[in-house]
Structures are given as structure tokens and as C-alpha cells.
């Protein structure tokens, strides 16, 4: 168990880890941040006419499930931000960056099956059965349904991060006449090509640095990642080194500020954030065996347009993977948007650059598409 708890926190990159209690006199650090969040949510309150802002449940593949949906025009062109891991709940941690862009789109928000919001109200045991790919893109499948019907849009937008690329490439095949535009953010496009990539990658930055430790644990994984399923114990050093060399967070040895961003999320309590964590550990046990089978390489041509918002240092997810995948693909329109001072996780690394590019290069093209 303790290999898989390490595997969480590494592989579901959103393993956010509990504040610690004081134990002495004066303010806990959790009172600290129940004392600030009342700021940031006034701060960040919808008040235009016309704007939504929900916090709910929604019923989907027959389990309640947490939504956020929120923007200050309704008539805007609806976003939905499927998150990665799987397990690393984005509601609670978007709120850095989301406030631009719900300028100029509605976005939801999802905690999927499995993690946050979503897990702390339907359990580990209910939910442990039922987490797989399919059903998890089958529950995107009926959030779009739902969007498109509350809102009166005949099209979403979706960016699919990370893992959530793997579901949200699904569920936009599964229904593409209800996708405006897709966009992979540091995605998982093949799993077997993404190891052997970071391996090489975290190997070559080693070897570099004359970085002893490094070399030490890395040379030992060889061959890597093999045939058959990867240990979890080999996932976890490379992880280890993924990070430490900048590949999660660009120019960081780690990404707390991420990972610790929920703590003031005035959507998230100390039991969701913890809930994040149990769901890492969760998702992953679960879904490991089907992460190392996924490739959406086969997929040659999609009748909505497609775009790459890719991370220069990203280690976790090797862009290249995504940027040949890309360049086969047959779509309406097509392209990859780099993020110079990025890793994995360009919406909390260039925030103003993310919202600019999902306003000037996304919107036109989702509005073009039909999306109303």
C-alpha cells in the first residue's frame, strides 16, 4: 500500500496534501485559510446579469457528481475542463487562473468519479467498482449532454489535461457533432510512448548533471518501461525525478503551489482536499492496468478542430508525442500552441498567457463552429 500512496502522488500530479493541524495555542493553519477564503470568493463573485455560478451535483452514470459552472455572459461558448491524473481534482485548484477566462466562456468545472467533491459524497466502496475508462467517458458523455441542455448551447469546448485527455478524446469521438473545438493540455496520447520518452528524458538531464543518486535509481529501472505492466515502484522514481528536474512544474524541484492551491479555493474544505488525495490513491490503484494500454494514435481524423496547448519542459507528458500525433491528424483546423515557460501544468504556470490564447485563438474558432 505505501508504494501505491507514493504512486498517487506522483502519477495523479493533483495529490494534494492535507494542511497540518497545530497542535499548540493560536490559529491552525486550516482556521488561517477558512479566514481568507471568505475574501477570495468576494472577490471572484459573479455579479453581471447575465453570469452564472453554480456549485452542485449532477447525476451522472447513476452516482451524484460535482460541477462548477461559471462566467459572467451565459451567451458565451461553454468550456469544460476534464482534469488529469486521474484523481487530481482541477475545481478546487482553478481558481489562480479561471477568473479571466470566464470572460469569455462558461466553464465547468468536473470532480470525476472517483476524487474531490465527487468521492466524499459517494464513498470509496461505492465508487471502487465502478471506476473505469469507459464509464468515465461515458460520464462525460452525459455532462455535455447536460450543459448543452441547461444552457441552450448546441456545442462544448473541451480541454482534456493530462489523463483527462484519455476520457475527453473518447467522450468527443463517442459525440462529436456536440464538440466546438478540443484542446489537449499536456495530454496522454500513448501511454507505452509517454514512458519511454520521460525515462529517456530524466536519464539524459542525469547523465548531464553528473547527478549520481539520479543515475543510480534510473540505471537500476533498465530496461524501461519493458513489456508487461510497469511496477509500481519503477513509476514512482521516475516521477521522482520527472519532478525534481523541472518536468512537472518548469524551472521548480516541485509543484506546491499547485498541489497546495485548494487550500484557499472557496469551493473546497479540508475533507474535499483530503478527498483529493484518497482519490489519487484510489484512481490510480483502479486505473493503472488501462493507463498502460491507452494510444489514440490510431485516430486519424476528427471532424472538430483540434488544438495542442503544450508545455516547453514538460517531462510528464513529452509533447513530442502529442506534436507528431498532431501533425498525421486530418481535422477542420489544427494546431499546437507552445507554452515557452511551462511543464505540465500551463494554466497555473502562465496563467495570463492561458487565458489570451484560450480567448484569441480558441474562441473564434469555437464561435465559427456554431456554438451558441
Given at each position: 500500500m505505501n508504494g501505491l500512496k507514493k504512486l498517487a502522488s506522483l502519477l495523479a500530479v493533483g495529490a494534494c496534501l492535507a494542511a497540518p493541524v497545530a497542535t499548540g495555542q493560536g490559529a491552525t493553519p486550516e482556521s488561517a485559510y477558512e479566514a481568507v477564503r471568505p475574501m477570495i470568493a468576494d472577490m471572484q463573485k459573479i455579479v453581471a446579469p447575465g453570469g452564472v455560478q453554480l456549485l452542485e451535483t449532477v447525476e451522472l452514470g447513476g452516482v451524484p457528481q460535482w460541477i462548477s459552472v461559471r462566467g459572467v455572459d451565459r451567451r458565451n461558448p461553454i468550456v469544460i475542463y476534464v482534469h488529469g491524473g486521474p484523481g487530481a481534482a482541477e475545481l478546487g485548484r482553478s481558481w489562480p487562473y479561471q477568473r479571466g477566462l470566464e470572460e469569455y466562456f462558461t466553464v465547468v468545472q468536473w470532480d470525476q468519479r472517483g476524487t474531490g467533491k465527487t468521492l466524499r459524497t459517494?464513498?470509496?466502496?461505492?465508487?471502487?467498482?465502478?471506476?473505469?475508462?469507459?464509464?468515465?467517458?461515458?460520464?462525460?458523455v452525459e455532462l455535455i449532454a447536460?450543459?448543452?441542455?441547461?444552457?441552450?448551447?448546441?456545442?462544448?469546448?473541451?480541454?482534456?489535461?493530462?489523463?483527462?485527455?484519455?476520457?475527453?478524446?473518447?467522450?468527443?469521438?463517442?459525440?462529436?457533432?456536440?464538440?466546438s473545438a478540443y484542446i489537449g493540455m499536456g495530454p496522454l496520447v500513448n501511454m507505452a510512448a509517454n514512458e519511454a520518452q520521460q525515462y529517456a528524458g530524466v536519464l539524459a538531464i542525469a547523465r548531464q548533471r553528473n547527478d549520481r543518486a539520479a543515475l543510480a535509481e534510473l540505471n537500476a529501472l533498465a530496461p524501461y518501461p519493458g513489456s508487461g505492466p510497469i511496477p509500481f515502484e519503477k513509476l514512482n522514481v521516475v516521477r521522482k525525478w520527472v519532478m525534481a528536474y523541472g518536468g512537472l512544474a518548469a524551472y521548480r524541484d516541485n509543484a506546491n503551489f499547485y498541489f497546495r492551491a485548494a487550500r484557499l479555493s472557496p469551493a473546497?474544505?479540508?475533507?474535499?482536499?483530503?478527498s483529493i488525495d484518497q482519490g489519487g490513491q484510489l484512481s490510480v490503484g483502479a486505473l493503472l492496468p488501462e493507463l498502460t494500454r491507452v494510444d489514440h494514435t490510431p485516430i486519424r481524423s476528427t471532424p472538430f478542430p483540434v488544438f495542442m496547448f503544450l508545455g516547453r519542459h514538460d517531462l510528464t507528458t513529452p509533447s513530442t508525442i502529442a506534436v507528431d500525433w498532431l501533425n498525421r491528424l486530418d481535422a477542420p483546423a489544427k494546431q499546437v500552441v507552445w507554452f515557452e515557460?511551462?511543464?505540465?501544468?500551463?494554466?497555473?504556470?502562465?496563467?495570463?498567457?492561458?487565458?489570451?490564447?484560450?480567448?484569441?485563438?480558441?474562441?473564434?474558432?469555437?464561435?465559427?463552429?456554431?456554438?451558441?
Amino acid at each position: 500500500m505505501n508504494g501505491l500512496k507514493k504512486l498517487a502522488s506522483l502519477l495523479a500530479v493533483g495529490a494534494c496534501l492535507a494542511a497540518p493541524v497545530a497542535t499548540g495555542q493560536g490559529a491552525t493553519p486550516e482556521s488561517a485559510y477558512e479566514a481568507v477564503r471568505p475574501m477570495i470568493a468576494d472577490m471572484q463573485k459573479i455579479v453581471a446579469p447575465g453570469g452564472v455560478q453554480l456549485l452542485e451535483t449532477v447525476e451522472l452514470g447513476g452516482v451524484p457528481q460535482w460541477i462548477s459552472v461559471r462566467g459572467v455572459d451565459r451567451r458565451n461558448p461553454i468550456v469544460i475542463y476534464v482534469h488529469g491524473g486521474p484523481g487530481a481534482a482541477e475545481l478546487g485548484r482553478s481558481w489562480p487562473y479561471q477568473r479571466g477566462l470566464e470572460e469569455y466562456f462558461t466553464v465547468v468545472q468536473w470532480d470525476q468519479r472517483g476524487t474531490g467533491k465527487t468521492l466524499r459524497t459517494n464513498g470509496a466502496e461505492t465508487t471502487r467498482p465502478s471506476l473505469s475508462r469507459n464509464r468515465m467517458a461515458q460520464d462525460l458523455v452525459e455532462l455535455i449532454a447536460h450543459v448543452r441542455k441547461r444552457f441552450g448551447h448546441d456545442k462544448v469546448a473541451l480541454i482534456g489535461h493530462s489523463w483527462g485527455n484519455v476520457i475527453g478524446m473518447d467522450a468527443a469521438m463517442a459525440r462529436p457533432d456536440w464538440i466546438s473545438a478540443y484542446i489537449g493540455m499536456g495530454p496522454l496520447v500513448n501511454m507505452a510512448a509517454n514512458e519511454a520518452q520521460q525515462y529517456a528524458g530524466v536519464l539524459a538531464i542525469a547523465r548531464q548533471r553528473n547527478d549520481r543518486a539520479a543515475l543510480a535509481e534510473l540505471n537500476a529501472l533498465a530496461p524501461y518501461p519493458g513489456s508487461g505492466p510497469i511496477p509500481f515502484e519503477k513509476l514512482n522514481v521516475v516521477r521522482k525525478w520527472v519532478m525534481a528536474y523541472g518536468g512537472l512544474a518548469a524551472y521548480r524541484d516541485n509543484a506546491n503551489f499547485y498541489f497546495r492551491a485548494a487550500r484557499l479555493s472557496p469551493a473546497y474544505d479540508l475533507a474535499d482536499r483530503q478527498s483529493i488525495d484518497q482519490g489519487g490513491q484510489l484512481s490510480v490503484g483502479a486505473l493503472l492496468p488501462e493507463l498502460t494500454r491507452v494510444d489514440h494514435t490510431p485516430i486519424r481524423s476528427t471532424p472538430f478542430p483540434v488544438f495542442m496547448f503544450l508545455g516547453r519542459h514538460d517531462l510528464t507528458t513529452p509533447s513530442t508525442i502529442a506534436v507528431d500525433w498532431l501533425n498525421r491528424l486530418d481535422a477542420p483546423a489544427k494546431q499546437v500552441v507552445w507554452f515557452e515557460h511551462s511543464a505540465h501544468l500551463p494554466p497555473h504556470e502562465e496563467p495570463g498567457k492561458f487565458v489570451v490564447e484560450m480567448a484569441t485563438r480558441v474562441r473564434p474558432v469555437v464561435l465559427r463552429s456554431g456554438q451558441r
